[in-house]
Each structure stands twice: as structure tokens, then as C-alpha cells.
């Protein structure tokens, strides 16, 4: 097997009839496919550099299908940190794999998102970070597979993955915001699976931490029940989430406080001081009743069945 893979990624690198390249390609695309145990294979002997070759090559950029099918190997391994540089320092292999992000194929726009967002985590340079993050285009092409009606289950949640990642990013968050990513984030959350929620939940507390994306928010009569619905529902981090996202949205549009209460969020969060959460988002919700300590009706809180919590 291991020598089989040898043959194939090399097949795959060198100057071979065009057929024969692509041919080895799809070969090894399928055994990517099937397994961890080859996907390892194929990583521990350097596939990840030799498909790089082949996708940023100038005769793959003229096909169709050698980006195909090179996306496709590629969005499936675990890249090193120097084949992440290898891109992430290159900002023409940035730009291209951006302008693929609009491609009519969805599953080009996929496993570019993909491989994006594994060179991004792959590379610990902050510079060479805020350097991707700050095309705004890449935002746009990440909403896109958000927003597109035949999304499948992995689109979303390599979508979200990605946009969870660039969000990092503190100065380019409203780049996200402005390419649609609020409305986005509303209309997919419903959708999304647990860890896929924990992740959409984390970008909506990232977003609501900046002005734009506060205000954003705070236009969708929507997201303060969503955001109560999700506390104590979907797991510890999504209720950590959920939380500081209305702590910020509170905190920055006073309207939202009576909304809040409305949706009966005190006895979410009366619950979830006294629960098992995380310190973190029990922290958050003690700053979150104090400033909704204003907005209680008399008879919100039954002080012989719940204690408040003192501050």
C-alpha cells in the first residue's frame, strides 16, 4: 500500500501524460476517501506538498479538472505547518484560492473553503494570519456556501468552521459582518449540528464584541429568543456562547434588555449559576443578571424557590 501511494504521488508530480496525472489524482483521491489509516499514509510521505505543486501549477490552473480533483485530496489531509506556509506566504496561492471561493462548482468552493481554513489554522505567524483574514473577499465567498440553497450538511459545517476561524482576527471582524455574515449566522443556526452550533454561536459572541456587528445583530427581532433559547439546550460552551453574546448585546443596545427578560432569560440564568457550566459562562451570566437587574418585573424571581446570586 505504501509503496503503491509512492508511485501515485509521484505519478501525480512529474512531467507524465496529462491523462496519467490526472488519473493518478482520482486514484488517490479515492484511497483519501476511504480511510484515516490512508489518509496518514498519504500524508507521512509528503503528498500534501506534491499536491500543492499540482494545484497551484499553471497547467492545473488551466483545467478544471486537475483543481478538482487536487482540492479534493487536499481538503481531506492534515496539512504540516510548512506546507501551510507554503501557502500562506505566497499571497498569489492566497489570491487564487480566493477566487475559487466563487466558482460555479459548490464542491470547489467547498474544499477551497476547506483547505483555506486549515492553512490559516496551520500557520502560527500573526502577520502572515491577519494577512488572509483581511481580504474581504474571502468573507464573501465563505457566506456564499452559507447562503447557498443546496448546501449540504458538510458545507455547513465547513462554512461555519471557516468563519469561526477568520472572526479570530479581531480587525477584520466587520469584513465578516459587512459580506452578510449576521443574517447568515441567523438563518443557518437553526440548522446546525452540535459542535457545528457550538462554533456559529462563538462567531455570533465574536461579532457582537465589535460595534458593527452589535448593531447588526440588534436589527433581528429574532436573536434574543434564539440566543435564550440556546442556554442550558445545546451543550456547556454553547450556553457560554449564548450567553456572552447577549451580555454584549445588552450591554450595547439597552432595548434589548426587556426583550431579554421577555424571552425568559432570568430563569436561564438563575438555572445556569446553579448548574455544572463552566466558570466562564456562569461568570457571564452573573454580569448578565446585574445589568438586567433593572428591567425585572416585581414578580420575575421567586426568592424561595431560586436565590440570586449576589455581586
Known amino acids: ?66 483543481t478538482h480533483e487536487s482540492l479534493g485530496v ?8 510548512t506546507e501551510c506556509v507554503l501557502v500562506s506566504s505566497v499571497p498569489e496561492r492566497i489570491s487564487y484560492l480566493i477566487s475559487l471561493l466563487k466558482h460555479s ?29 483581511s481580504h474581504g473577499e474571502i468573507f464573501d465567498g465563505i457566506i456564499g456556501i452559507l447562503d447557498h440553497p443546496l448546501s449540504s450538511p458538510r458545507a455547513l459545517k465547513v462554512g461555519i468552521k471557516a468563519i469561526f476561524a477568520f472572526c479570530m482576527v479581531k480587525q477584520h471582524r466587520h469584513k465578516a459582518v459587512e459580506a452578510g455574515a449576521v443574517e447568515a449566522l441567523i438563518g443557518r443556526l437553526p440548522d446546525f449540528e452540535k459542535c457545528d452550533a457550538e462554533r456559529a454561536l462563538a462567531t455570533v459572541e465574536l461579532l457582537c464584541r465589535i460595534p458593527s456587528g452589535c448593531e447588526a445583530f440588534a436589527c433581528h427581532e429574532i436573536i434574543v429568543p434564539l440566543l435564550v433559547k440556546a442556554i442550558l439546550k445545546i451543550s456547556e460552551r454553547a450556553t457560554e456562547y449564548a450567553a456572552g453574546a447577549l451580555l454584549s448585546l445588552c450591554s450595547g443596545v439597552e432595548r434589548l434588555q426587556v426583550e431579554a427578560v421577555a424571552a425568559g432569560v432570568l430563569t436561564k440564568l438563575l438555572l445556569l449559576v446553579q448548574s455544572d457550566c463552566t466558570e466562564r459562562a456562569k461568570r457571564k451570566a452573573q454580569l448578565l443578571l446585574k445589568l438586567l437587574r433593572n428591567s425585572w418585573p416585581e414578580n420575575s424571581v421567586n426568592s424561595g424557590d431560586i436565590d440570586v446570586v449576589p455581586f
Not at 74 to 81: D, G, K, N, P, V
Open 1 to 66: 500500500m505504501v509503496q503503491t501511494l509512492l508511485v501515485l504521488t509521484q505519478a501525480a508530480s512529474e512531467s507524465n501524460s496529462r491523462q496519467a496525472r490526472l488519473s493518478a489524482l482520482r486514484r488517490i483521491r479515492v484511497l483519501a476517501r476511504d480511510s484515516d489509516k490512508n489518509r496518514l499514509v498519504i500524508s507521512t510521505h509528503k503528498a500534501g506538498e506534491i499536491l500543492l505543486d499540482v494545484l497551484f501549477d499553471e497547467t492545473s490552473r488551466n483545467s478544471s479538472e486537475f
Open 74 to 81: 487536499l481538503s481531506t489531509l492534515a496539512l504540516s505547518e
Open 105 to 133: 462548482n459548490i464542491d470547489v468552493r467547498v474544499n477551497t473553503a476547506t483547505l483555506l481554513e486549515s492553512v490559516f489554522a496551520g500557520t502560527r505567524s500573526p502577520e502572515l494570519r491577519a494577512e488572509i483574514s
